[in-house]
Protein backbone atom coordinates (compact mmCIF):
# COMPACT_ATOMS: atom_id res chain seq x y z
CA UNK A 1 0.00 0.00 0.00
CA UNK A 2 1.13 3.63 -0.68
CA UNK A 3 1.83 5.48 2.35
CA UNK A 4 0.32 8.99 2.64
CA UNK A 5 3.66 10.56 2.16
CA UNK A 6 3.58 8.85 -1.06
CA UNK A 7 0.06 9.68 -2.22
CA UNK A 8 1.28 13.70 -1.37
CA UNK A 9 4.56 13.45 -3.64
CA UNK A 10 2.72 11.92 -6.42
CA UNK A 11 -0.11 14.40 -6.47
CA UNK A 12 2.05 17.25 -5.65
CA UNK A 13 4.28 16.26 -8.94
CA UNK A 14 1.28 15.75 -11.03
CA UNK A 15 -0.57 19.33 -10.08
CA UNK A 16 3.25 20.88 -10.71
CA UNK A 17 3.20 18.98 -13.99
CA UNK A 18 -0.08 19.78 -15.09
CA UNK A 19 1.03 23.79 -13.98
CA UNK A 20 4.46 23.54 -16.02
CA UNK A 21 2.71 22.52 -19.36
CA UNK A 22 0.80 25.62 -19.55
CA UNK A 23 3.46 27.99 -18.28
CA UNK A 24 6.23 26.61 -20.52
CA UNK A 25 3.86 26.55 -23.39
CA UNK A 26 5.96 28.71 -25.03
CA UNK A 27 8.87 25.77 -25.78
CA UNK A 28 6.23 23.61 -27.75
CA UNK A 29 5.31 27.02 -30.19
CA UNK A 30 8.93 27.30 -30.56
CA UNK A 31 9.37 23.83 -31.71
CA UNK A 32 6.73 24.16 -33.87
CA UNK A 33 7.82 27.44 -35.66
CA UNK A 34 11.49 25.60 -35.93
CA UNK A 35 9.86 22.44 -37.84
CA UNK A 36 8.07 24.98 -40.71
CA UNK A 37 11.12 26.62 -41.29
CA UNK A 38 13.33 23.72 -41.34
CA UNK A 39 10.57 21.99 -43.60
CA UNK A 40 10.86 25.15 -46.18
CA UNK A 41 14.87 24.59 -46.18
CA UNK A 42 13.94 20.68 -46.53
CA UNK A 43 12.05 21.86 -50.12
CA UNK A 44 15.23 22.61 -51.42
CA UNK A 45 17.16 19.20 -51.05
CA UNK A 46 19.58 17.85 -49.11
CA UNK A 47 21.69 16.59 -52.19
CA UNK A 48 22.15 16.64 -55.92
CA UNK A 49 23.53 14.66 -58.18
CA UNK A 50 24.33 15.06 -61.84
CA UNK A 51 25.52 12.46 -64.33
CA UNK A 52 26.61 12.78 -67.99
CA UNK A 53 27.61 10.82 -71.24
CA UNK A 54 27.54 13.58 -73.90
CA UNK A 55 24.20 12.66 -75.06
CA UNK A 56 22.49 11.23 -71.51
CA UNK A 57 22.26 13.62 -68.53
CA UNK A 58 20.57 12.54 -65.71
CA UNK A 59 19.98 15.17 -62.68
CA UNK A 60 19.30 13.64 -58.91
CA UNK A 61 17.67 15.36 -56.11
CA UNK A 62 17.19 14.32 -52.41
CA UNK A 63 14.91 15.45 -49.88
CA UNK A 64 14.66 14.31 -46.36
CA UNK A 65 13.35 15.88 -43.48
CA UNK A 66 16.18 14.72 -41.28
CA UNK A 67 17.09 18.42 -40.73
CA UNK A 68 13.63 18.80 -39.24
CA UNK A 69 13.85 15.53 -36.72
CA UNK A 70 17.88 17.36 -35.72
CA UNK A 71 16.35 20.61 -34.68
CA UNK A 72 14.05 18.40 -32.94
CA UNK A 73 16.51 16.83 -30.90
CA UNK A 74 18.64 20.24 -30.31
CA UNK A 75 14.96 21.64 -29.05
CA UNK A 76 14.93 18.60 -26.19
CA UNK A 77 18.41 19.41 -25.02
CA UNK A 78 17.79 23.35 -25.29
CA UNK A 79 14.75 22.50 -23.12
CA UNK A 80 16.06 20.20 -21.02
CA UNK A 81 18.73 22.45 -19.57
CA UNK A 82 16.46 25.46 -19.26
CA UNK A 83 14.60 23.50 -16.79
CA UNK A 84 17.65 23.73 -14.59
CA UNK A 85 17.62 27.30 -14.92
CA UNK A 86 16.67 29.85 -12.15
CA UNK A 87 14.41 31.62 -14.77
CA UNK A 88 12.82 28.43 -15.17
CA UNK A 89 12.73 27.72 -11.40
CA UNK A 90 11.23 31.21 -10.81
CA UNK A 91 7.76 29.97 -12.20
CA UNK A 92 7.61 27.29 -9.36
CA UNK A 93 7.60 30.04 -6.45
CA UNK A 94 3.66 29.98 -6.48
CA UNK A 95 3.76 26.72 -6.17
CA UNK A 96 4.10 24.11 -2.72
CA UNK A 97 7.22 22.39 -4.41
CA UNK A 98 10.33 20.56 -2.97
CA UNK A 99 13.57 18.87 -4.87
CA UNK A 100 11.79 15.56 -5.37
CA UNK A 101 8.58 17.09 -6.58
CA UNK A 102 10.26 19.56 -8.53
CA UNK A 103 12.19 17.09 -10.65
CA UNK A 104 9.25 14.69 -10.87
CA UNK A 105 7.32 17.13 -12.51
CA UNK A 106 10.45 18.06 -14.61
CA UNK A 107 11.04 15.06 -15.73
CA UNK A 108 7.14 14.54 -16.86
CA UNK A 109 7.01 17.45 -18.66
CA UNK A 110 10.45 16.43 -20.79
CA UNK A 111 8.38 13.10 -21.24
CA UNK A 112 5.57 15.00 -22.90
CA UNK A 113 7.48 17.12 -24.58
CA UNK A 114 9.80 14.13 -26.30
CA UNK A 115 6.86 12.35 -27.26
CA UNK A 116 5.37 15.51 -29.22
CA UNK A 117 8.15 16.50 -30.75
CA UNK A 118 9.02 12.61 -32.01
CA UNK A 119 5.58 12.42 -33.31
CA UNK A 120 5.42 16.20 -34.75
CA UNK A 121 8.90 15.70 -36.63
CA UNK A 122 7.91 12.46 -38.28
CA UNK A 123 4.59 14.01 -39.49
CA UNK A 124 6.66 16.73 -40.76
CA UNK A 125 8.24 14.59 -42.99
CA UNK A 126 4.89 12.91 -44.24
CA UNK A 127 3.84 16.89 -44.91
CA UNK A 128 7.14 17.07 -46.79
CA UNK A 129 6.02 14.46 -49.22
CA UNK A 130 2.62 15.43 -49.57
CA UNK A 131 3.86 18.52 -50.76
CA UNK A 132 6.53 17.29 -52.81
CA UNK A 133 3.72 15.16 -54.01
CA UNK A 134 1.29 17.71 -55.39
CA UNK A 135 3.81 20.64 -56.21
CA UNK A 136 6.56 18.23 -58.36
CA UNK A 137 6.77 16.72 -61.57
CA UNK A 138 5.70 13.53 -60.24
CA UNK A 139 6.66 12.00 -63.46
CA UNK A 140 10.12 12.93 -61.67
CA UNK A 141 9.63 11.45 -58.41
CA UNK A 142 10.58 7.85 -57.84
CA UNK A 143 8.29 5.71 -56.35
CA UNK A 144 9.72 3.44 -54.90
CA UNK A 145 9.47 3.99 -50.87
CA UNK A 146 7.87 7.62 -51.48
CA UNK A 147 4.84 6.80 -49.86
CA UNK A 148 5.65 5.70 -46.46
CA UNK A 149 3.87 2.60 -44.64
CA UNK A 150 1.91 3.38 -41.62
CA UNK A 151 4.19 0.85 -39.58
CA UNK A 152 7.00 3.13 -40.86
CA UNK A 153 5.64 6.25 -39.48
CA UNK A 154 5.15 4.28 -36.49
CA UNK A 155 8.95 3.02 -36.21
CA UNK A 156 9.88 6.59 -37.05
CA UNK A 157 8.17 7.99 -34.29
CA UNK A 158 8.66 5.71 -31.33
CA UNK A 159 12.60 6.01 -32.56
CA UNK A 160 12.35 9.56 -32.51
CA UNK A 161 10.45 9.63 -29.29
CA UNK A 162 13.10 7.19 -27.33
CA UNK A 163 16.17 9.59 -28.83
CA UNK A 164 14.78 12.57 -27.73
CA UNK A 165 14.24 10.64 -24.24
CA UNK A 166 17.79 10.20 -24.50
CA UNK A 167 18.96 13.55 -25.58
CA UNK A 168 16.78 15.45 -22.57
CA UNK A 169 18.50 13.20 -20.32
CA UNK A 170 21.50 14.38 -21.10
CA UNK A 171 20.43 18.07 -21.31
CA UNK A 172 19.06 17.49 -17.69
CA UNK A 173 21.80 16.05 -16.65
CA UNK A 174 24.07 18.74 -17.99
CA UNK A 175 21.95 21.50 -16.51
CA UNK A 176 22.33 20.05 -12.72
CA UNK A 177 25.93 19.97 -13.34
CA UNK A 178 26.29 23.40 -14.20
CA UNK A 179 24.26 24.07 -11.27
CA UNK A 180 26.95 22.97 -8.92
CA UNK A 181 29.69 24.50 -10.13
CA UNK A 182 29.96 26.67 -13.53
CA UNK A 183 33.46 24.93 -14.11
CA UNK A 184 31.32 22.32 -16.11
CA UNK A 185 30.35 24.88 -18.88
CA UNK A 186 33.98 24.03 -19.70
CA UNK A 187 34.38 20.82 -18.33
CA UNK A 188 31.89 18.87 -20.24
CA UNK A 189 32.71 20.15 -23.74
CA UNK A 190 36.51 19.13 -22.88
CA UNK A 191 35.87 15.72 -21.59
CA UNK A 192 33.30 14.70 -24.81
CA UNK A 193 36.18 16.35 -26.85
CA UNK A 194 39.22 14.91 -25.09
CA UNK A 195 38.07 11.58 -24.69
CA UNK A 196 36.86 11.47 -28.35
CA UNK A 197 40.68 12.27 -29.56
CA UNK A 198 42.40 9.97 -26.87
CA UNK A 199 40.11 7.27 -26.80
CA UNK A 200 38.47 7.20 -30.19
CA UNK A 201 37.35 3.26 -30.42
CA UNK A 202 35.84 3.72 -27.09
CA UNK A 203 33.59 6.73 -27.79
CA UNK A 204 32.96 5.02 -31.33
CA UNK A 205 31.56 2.21 -29.37
CA UNK A 206 29.70 4.05 -26.91
CA UNK A 207 27.93 5.98 -29.88
CA UNK A 208 27.34 2.91 -32.61
CA UNK A 209 25.57 1.24 -28.96
CA UNK A 210 22.98 3.86 -29.27
CA UNK A 211 22.42 4.02 -33.00
CA UNK A 212 23.57 1.17 -34.66
CA UNK A 213 21.16 -1.10 -32.64
CA UNK A 214 18.44 -3.00 -35.25
CA UNK A 215 16.18 -4.20 -32.40
CA UNK A 216 13.51 -1.57 -31.07
CA UNK A 217 12.85 -3.45 -27.95
CA UNK A 218 16.33 -3.77 -27.07
CA UNK A 219 17.46 -0.20 -28.28
CA UNK A 220 14.21 1.36 -25.85
CA UNK A 221 15.46 -0.46 -22.80
CA UNK A 222 19.51 0.79 -23.47
CA UNK A 223 17.84 4.29 -23.62
CA UNK A 224 15.22 3.70 -20.48
CA UNK A 225 18.10 2.57 -18.54
CA UNK A 226 20.12 5.03 -19.31
CA UNK A 227 17.91 7.78 -18.83
CA UNK A 228 17.08 6.50 -15.33
CA UNK A 229 20.51 6.94 -14.17
CA UNK A 230 21.05 10.49 -15.89
CA UNK A 231 17.76 11.52 -14.57
CA UNK A 232 18.48 9.88 -11.17
CA UNK A 233 21.75 11.42 -10.92
CA UNK A 234 20.19 15.08 -11.74
CA UNK A 235 17.79 14.26 -8.93
CA UNK A 236 20.98 13.83 -6.47
CA UNK A 237 23.03 16.52 -7.44
CA UNK A 238 19.82 18.76 -7.05
CA UNK A 239 20.08 18.38 -3.31
CA UNK A 240 22.41 21.13 -3.63
CA UNK A 241 19.83 23.34 -4.51
CA UNK A 242 17.55 25.07 -2.47
CA UNK A 243 13.91 23.91 -1.57
CA UNK A 244 11.43 26.57 -2.53
CA UNK A 245 8.54 25.84 -0.05
Not at 107 to 118: D, E, P, Q, S, Y
Not at 158 to 172: D, K
Request: charge should be positive; charged fraction near 10%; hydrophobic fraction near 55%.
Amino acid sequence: MMSLKEVDLLSISIKQYVYKLKAYSTLFYGLLLAQIITLFFSLNGISHMSSSNGELSVSVNSYSASLVIVFSFFWILFAAIQLTTKQYKKIENPLVTNRISGNLSNIGFLMTACVFGGITSSLVGVLLRIIMYFTFDRSQIISDEFILAFSDLLLGISVAILYMVLISGMGYLTGMLTKVSMAFVIIIPAVIIGISKAYADIFQSLIKFFTLESSLPLFALKVIITSILMFGVSILLSNRGEVSQ
